[in-house]
């Protein structure tokens, strides 16, 4: 899927920003012209300082080669990404097991626009890394036999999410005044989508076809699946990629996670 981003022209970037060690200038612009053509791109085996504080500085230092750290959601730039005991009902990032295609910041009037997750330890089986761009998962949903009643609801800008226990409280959300909702598909190449906590305010006929979409999406071809060593970073347009994972039970699998804004 070819992109239109301006931000990410070749070099441009990291003309901008020296790149972080570990990650030499033509890597960056690679990584770059990768991250504007396909929507996604990895960077593999950067350095990992031990687990802790330098861990964290060191994937901010990575991901802020690619944007400005968001800290809009939990108050710190840098997410873990491991299941907790105990949080088998919450978001994906809390818990074991899969994760269906989705975009991140779903429930925010405009989600950032890229998300970088760093492997610091993958799952000894399973929890592999899945992507899907929304041109692909466009084609899937139009060979559907009721594509026209699919595409026409997932264009309805109607679509809600809850906010997850963990950001409700005190979230941004909440001064998002006069939000209403938002399109899955608005026509101009993005896309958003959660189907597991879509709200029920969102009207029932569109809900309606939200199983329909993540099965869908779920097989569709052009949807990727990567594995990703310690290490490894995936950095994905939230605007034009969906990412997902594969079923994982290691409870010491652990990904750190940062979103980020375009730079101006
Ligand atoms: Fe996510």
């Not at 779903?106 to 610091?120: K, M, S």
């Not at 990727?224 to 994972?245: E, I, K, P, Q, S």
Request: glycine share 12%; hydrophobic share 40%; net charge positive.
């Amino acid at each position: 899927m070819t992109t239109d981003w301006p931000a990410v022209a070749d070099g441009e970037a990291s003309a901008r920003r020296p790149p972080p060690q570990g990650l030499g200038a033509q890597g960056l612009a690679t990584a770059w012209h990768e991250l504007g053509a396909k929507g996604w791109t990895i960077l593999r085996g950067l350095p990992l300082p031990l687990l802790g504080r330098g861990t964290a500085t060191a994937v901010l230092e990575y991901a802020s080669a690619f944007g400005v750290p968001s800290d809009r959601d939990g108050g710190h730039p840098v997410r873990r990404v491991a299941p907790h005991p105990g949080h088998q009902g919450t978001t994906f990032s809390s818990r074991a097991g899969d994760a269906g295609l989705h975009t991140d910041s779903q429930y925010h009037r405009v989600p950032e626009d890229l998300v970088c997750l760093l492997v610091v330890r993958p799952a000894t089986e399973g929890g592999l890394t899945r992507l899907l761009g929304a041109g692909d998962a466009v084609s899937a949903l139009a060979a559907q036999p009721d594509a026209e009643r699919i595409l026409d609801a997932l264009a309805a800008p109607s679509w809600r999410w809850q906010v997850p226990r963990e950001f409700a409280c005190g979230s941004a959300v909440a001064k998002e005044r006069g939000y209403r909702g938002a399109s899955v598909l608005p026509g101009d190449g993005t896309i958003r989508w959660r189907r597991d906590n879509i709200s029920g305010s969102t009207p029932g006929r569109l809900r309606a076809v939200a199983p329909i979409v993540e099965r869908c999406l779920d097989h569709a071809e052009g949807a990727v699946t990567l594995t990703l060593d310690a290490g490894d970073m995936v950095v994905v347009d939230n605007t034009r990629t969906l990412h997902g994972r594969t079923w994982f039970d290691d409870p010491r699998r652990l990904l750190l996670r940062v979103r980020l804004w375009r730079r101006p």
